[in-house]
């Protein structure tokens, strides 16, 4: 019995398949452009790849993989086939700190035969960044993000912008009752970690890596930043537990309404106006604090389409690119998701201007926003920092000191890999 | 003759784990990364020079070994308890046993997510609990003294059902006339289960152990999950070490030797284990 009926299952799968195949190379002469996406994007630009293969159905069909919610599993899941001779997929969609990693190990196909410099300058200037990779462009920027301050409209006049006004105004609501925390950010072991601190060290006017590849992380402004980082969460200004919060955890916490302020990317707009958001019509959104002298900045998020390098019909490739990053795509996905846009042509529109309360803010945050040092090492010396900047939030060691060892770890991954080459 | 017909079981065997072991070996002595361009160059044994000397290394070693023999001694106890009471008739007695399963089939990742929401300040009912008391937070995730303790915690209420079930195998093994001739000579039921029960165990849990040691040492998703490594890397294992270096720094030849290395300590280990366990066999069985 059962031999038999396995006989009969094989047979109607290998003739569905042959009917499949059938039908496949009679009706579409047509290339297919496989795109790699996270969870959440491959669900959101549904509807735009839709009818991009309704109205190029005998031209160009785009497949989309729709990888895993994580960022960091996306990445796994993208080396896993990259590390393949040939990857399944012609176009990846990519985190702004992974193109130095993938372009050094050869993955990706240079995109400056397509595009010119007229291209380039129609790009906000903060969306800009993090593209190139020795000079040459490796990735088209598709949504931009950044490092944002929430505050609450209905506990004060104005958000602060030092970071003696965060502290002095979280002190004072926190003494009248007004709310449990003054301000949460993420403080976990991870990528997030370090987001958060490059964004208090250019306050304090310091810098991670510089344009020569020499690490900061003994100096002064870097050692101020752990510091502040460390007051904020002994002060009782910041929670305790922040120091295994990522995103969601914070975004929690503030939408309970007992926090009066909170460093978030621009996703977190959105969470806040559902209904069940406590914090509902009274949040703000604006760049971040910065020592008295020095210009807030944020930190660069960004997503962006990489062509791989395998791929056989690059030329399709980017037209599909194209097609996703077009002004009418931005314009769409910010509507419906709240995509942060990246053509400065969009920050403009009256439209927009006039639907959307957070475009101004989204748009200073990106013109001050910085990528995080552009090295293949950045993983490495991002993971010593994040390890050591933890330790000195959760211990009770002399922050200098940590810092201090962080920069010198630092130091040694650089330099031997340096000698490598 | 009959070597011959093992020969195709043999070289699967072979193909499947001898193949990766010889190319992680080989790649140990190669560095591979994103700065070689990902081409794998002779060096010498650099990469074993500097596991030697690799702080990071050693540290992740430590808290593997510590996370490892707390939760599979934790575990071994807790299911020799459960296994023993699903051996005894009673009403529902099925019920329970489907149920205490439950924890082993559910997807780590979920579960751990789970662990991370439940140990969470301000919301996670831990943190209520402790609220309730009167006691001040307890932030256990955020402290690195504390924080391994949970992901134990995790692994134990996880893999417990594991043990509880290979142990009842063996309980049901265990002839019922023995207990009868061990009661008729005048010995208690507490005699009984340390003459008797466990001594007849031993090959189970001594199964078990093996098992779970293993597993505990590869840890990777539970943490990942729970705690990410942090804080300040006390819970970071050396699975998590080889990860990163593999597919966050793309480090393919230093991951190797991290892999290799780990692979040396638990077959050094288990071998420990199993001296150590074999050692305390000493406990008097009783025989008609």
Request: aromatic letters at 12%; glycine letters at 6%.
């Given at each position: 019995?059962?031999?038999?009926?396995?006989?009969?299952?094989?047979?109607?799968?290998?003739?569905?398949?042959?009917?499949?195949?059938?039908?496949?190379?009679?009706?579409?002469?047509?290339?297919?452009?496989?795109?790699?996406?996270?969870?959440?994007?491959?669900?959101?630009?549904?509807?735009?790849?839709?009818?991009?293969?309704?109205?190029?159905?005998?031209?160009?069909?785009?497949?989309?993989?729709?990888?895993?919610?994580?960022?960091?599993?996306?990445?796994?899941?993208?080396?896993?086939?990259?590390?393949?001779?040939?990857?399944?997929?012609?176009?990846?969609?990519?985190?702004?700190?992974?193109?130095?990693?993938?372009?050094?190990?050869?993955?990706?196909?240079?995109?400056?035969?397509?595009?010119?410099?007229?291209?380039?300058?129609?790009?906000?200037?903060?969306?800009?960044?993090?593209?190139?990779?020795?000079?040459?462009?490796?990735?088209?920027?598709?949504?931009?993000?950044?490092?944002?301050?929430?505050?609450?409209?209905?506990?004060?006049?104005?958000?602060?912008?030092?970071?003696?006004?965060?502290?002095?105004?979280?002190?004072?609501?926190?003494?009248?009752?007004?709310?449990?925390?003054?301000?949460?950010?993420?403080?976990?072991?991870?990528?997030?970690?370090?987001?958060?601190?490059?964004?208090?060290?250019?306050?304090?006017?310091?810098e991670w890596l510089d344009e020569n590849g020499a690490i900061h992380l003994d100096k002064q402004p870097s050692i101020n930043a752990a510091k502040w980082l460390k007051k904020l969460i002994k002060d009782g200004i910041t929670p305790k537990a922040v120091t295994n919060y990522s995103e969601p955890e914070s975004l929690q916490l503030f939408e309970s309404g007992e926090v009066a302020f909170m460093r978030n990317w621009p996703y977190a707009w959105s969470e806040l106006q559902k209904p069940s958001s406590v914090v509902r019509g009274k949040v703000g959104v604006t760049t971040m604090v910065a020592e008295i002298g020095n210009n807030p900045t944020s930190t660069l998020g960004s997503w962006g389409f990489s062509i791989i390098k395998t791929s056989k019909n690059p030329q399709d490739a980017f037209k599909v690119i194209k097609y996703l990053t077009s002004i009418k795509s931005q314009k769409h996905l910010f509507l419906k998701y709240g995509y942060t846009p990246i053509s400065s042509e969009i920050f403009k529109d009256v439209d927009i201007l006039k639907n959307s309360p957070i475009i101004t803010a989204l748009y200073k945050g990106l013109t001050v926003s910085e990528p995080r040092p552009q090295t293949p090492l950045y993983a490495q010396i991002s993971d010593v920092l994040q390890r050591h900047l933890s330790e000195i939030l959760t211990g009770d060691g002399e922050v200098s000191e940590t810092m201090n060892r962080a920069h010198s770890i630092s130091n040694q991954i650089l330099q031997s890999a340096g000698s490598n080459k | 003759m009959i070597g011959l017909l093992i020969l195709p079981a043999a070289l699967l065997i072979i193909l499947i784990f001898g193949t990766p072991l010889i190319r992680y070996i080989w790649l140990s002595f190669h560095a591979s990364s994103v700065i070689t361009g990902l081409v794998p160059i002779a060096n010498k044994g650099a990469n074993w020079q500097r596991l030697i000397n690799d702080q990071r290394f050693w540290q992740d070693s430590f808290q593997t070994f510590r996370f490892a023999a707390l939760s599979v001694s934790l575990e071994l106890f807790i299911a020799l308890a459960i296994a023993l009471l699903l051996n005894q008739k009673w009403r529902g007695r099925n019920l329970v046993r489907a149920i205490t399963l439950l924890p082993w089939a559910l997807p780590t990742t979920v579960m751990a997510l789970g662990w991370r929401w439940i140990f969470n300040t301000p919301y996670g009912p831990i943190e209520l609990i402790v609220n309730l008391i009167g006691l001040d937070q307890f932030n256990i995730l955020s402290n690195p003294n504390t924080a391994w303790l949970a992901t134990v915690l995790g692994d134990v209420w996880k893999t417990t059902p594991f043990i509880a079930l290979i142990l009842l195998a063996g309980l049901q093994t265990i002839p019922q006339d023995l207990y009868e001739a061990f009661k008729l000579e005048g010995g208690s039921n507490k005699e009984a289960l340390f003459k008797i029960t466990i001594p007849m165990l031993k090959p189970y849990i001594l199964l078990s152990i093996l098992f779970r040691l293993a597993q505990a040492f590869g840890v990777f998703d539970l943490i990942q999950v729970m705690t990410g490594g942090g804080p300040a890397g006390s819970t970071e294992s050396l699975a998590i070490y080889a990860y990163l270096n593999a597919m966050r720094f793309l480090d393919f030849g230093y991951s190797s030797t991290i892999m290799i290395g780990s692979f040396i300590l638990i077959v050094f280990s288990s071998i420990f284990s199993i001296y150590l366990f074999n050692k305390f066999k000493n406990i008097q069985g009783y025989s008609r």
């Amino acid at each position: 019995m059962k031999p038999k009926v396995l006989f009969v299952i094989s047979i109607l799968i290998s003739s569905f398949t042959f009917v499949a195949n059938k039908s496949v190379a009679k009706t579409s002469p047509s290339k297919h452009i496989n795109i790699l996406m996270p969870a959440p994007f491959a669900d959101s630009t549904k509807d735009l790849i839709n009818k991009f293969n309704v109205e190029n159905k005998d031209n160009i069909i785009i497949n989309v993989t729709r990888g895993p919610l994580e960022t960091e599993s996306v990445s796994d899941l993208a080396i896993s086939s990259l590390m393949l001779e040939k990857s399944p997929f012609d176009i990846l969609l990519i985190d702004v700190t992974w193109l130095p990693k993938y372009a050094a190990a050869g993955w990706l196909s240079s995109l400056d035969k397509w595009i010119t410099q007229e291209d380039l300058n129609k790009i906000a200037i903060g969306a800009q960044k993090g593209n190139k990779f020795k000079n040459k462009v490796y990735r088209w920027p598709f949504v931009a993000d950044m490092g944002l301050l929430y505050w609450r409209k209905d506990l004060m006049e104005k958000p602060p912008r030092t970071n003696n006004e965060l502290i002095k105004i979280s002190k004072e609501l926190i003494q009248k009752k007004k709310v449990k925390y003054g301000y949460v950010w993420q403080g976990r072991q991870y990528e997030g970690l370090s987001c958060v601190f490059l964004e208090v060290l250019y306050g304090f006017g310091g810098e991670w890596l510089d344009e020569n590849g020499a690490i900061h992380l003994d100096k002064q402004p870097s050692i101020n930043a752990a510091k502040w980082l460390k007051k904020l969460i002994k002060d009782g200004i910041t929670p305790k537990a922040v120091t295994n919060y990522s995103e969601p955890e914070s975004l929690q916490l503030f939408e309970s309404g007992e926090v009066a302020f909170m460093r978030n990317w621009p996703y977190a707009w959105s969470e806040l106006q559902k209904p069940s958001s406590v914090v509902r019509g009274k949040v703000g959104v604006t760049t971040m604090v910065a020592e008295i002298g020095n210009n807030p900045t944020s930190t660069l998020g960004s997503w962006g389409f990489s062509i791989i390098k395998t791929s056989k019909n690059p030329q399709d490739a980017f037209k599909v690119i194209k097609y996703l990053t077009s002004i009418k795509s931005q314009k769409h996905l910010f509507l419906k998701y709240g995509y942060t846009p990246i053509s400065s042509e969009i920050f403009k529109d009256v439209d927009i201007l006039k639907n959307s309360p957070i475009i101004t803010a989204l748009y200073k945050g990106l013109t001050v926003s910085e990528p995080r040092p552009q090295t293949p090492l950045y993983a490495q010396i991002s993971d010593v920092l994040q390890r050591h900047l933890s330790e000195i939030l959760t211990g009770d060691g002399e922050v200098s000191e940590t810092m201090n060892r962080a920069h010198s770890i630092s130091n040694q991954i650089l330099q031997s890999a340096g000698s490598n080459k | 003759m009959i070597g011959l017909l093992i020969l195709p079981a043999a070289l699967l065997i072979i193909l499947i784990f001898g193949t990766p072991l010889i190319r992680y070996i080989w790649l140990s002595f190669h560095a591979s990364s994103v700065i070689t361009g990902l081409v794998p160059i002779a060096n010498k044994g650099a990469n074993w020079q500097r596991l030697i000397n690799d702080q990071r290394f050693w540290q992740d070693s430590f808290q593997t070994f510590r996370f490892a023999a707390l939760s599979v001694s934790l575990e071994l106890f807790i299911a020799l308890a459960i296994a023993l009471l699903l051996n005894q008739k009673w009403r529902g007695r099925n019920l329970v046993r489907a149920i205490t399963l439950l924890p082993w089939a559910l997807p780590t990742t979920v579960m751990a997510l789970g662990w991370r929401w439940i140990f969470n300040t301000p919301y996670g009912p831990i943190e209520l609990i402790v609220n309730l008391i009167g006691l001040d937070q307890f932030n256990i995730l955020s402290n690195p003294n504390t924080a391994w303790l949970a992901t134990v915690l995790g692994d134990v209420w996880k893999t417990t059902p594991f043990i509880a079930l290979i142990l009842l195998a063996g309980l049901q093994t265990i002839p019922q006339d023995l207990y009868e001739a061990f009661k008729l000579e005048g010995g208690s039921n507490k005699e009984a289960l340390f003459k008797i029960t466990i001594p007849m165990l031993k090959p189970y849990i001594l199964l078990s152990i093996l098992f779970r040691l293993a597993q505990a040492f590869g840890v990777f998703d539970l943490i990942q999950v729970m705690t990410g490594g942090g804080p300040a890397g006390s819970t970071e294992s050396l699975a998590i070490y080889a990860y990163l270096n593999a597919m966050r720094f793309l480090d393919f030849g230093y991951s190797s030797t991290i892999m290799i290395g780990s692979f040396i300590l638990i077959v050094f280990s288990s071998i420990f284990s199993i001296y150590l366990f074999n050692k305390f066999k000493n406990i008097q069985g009783y025989s008609r």
